[in-house]
């Protein structure tokens, strides 16, 4: 049985790899990738919550508001989904 714990043994391989070539790349490309996957959540998430919060039916269009009237009318549906 070893003395050392586990935290301190993957500690010791992770200094005693090679700091050239591919032995680095292995070291460091998961890394990048999954910073650079975190950026590009963090930014598609404010993307997401700064725009995009009208809906669609509070977007006003002056051709179809006579339309909507009508339809409100003859529906009998007055007070729903009005902007009033």
């Not at 049985?1 to 700091?19: P, V, Y």
């Not at 700064?50 to 509070?58: E, H, I």
């Amino acid at each position: 049985m070893s003395t050392m714990s586990r935290g301190a043994s993957e500690f010791l391989i992770f200094w005693m790899c090679s700091t050239q070539g591919f032995d680095l790349m292995a070291w460091v490309a998961p890394l990048a990738v999954f910073a650079a996957a975190l950026l590009g959540t963090i930014l598609l998430v404010r993307r997401w919550s700064a725009g995009g919060t009208q809906r669609q039916d509070q977007v006003s269009d002056p051709s179809l508001d006579a339309l909507k009237k009508q339809i409100r009318r003859e529906t009998g549906m007055q007070g729903i989904g009005t902007r009033e």
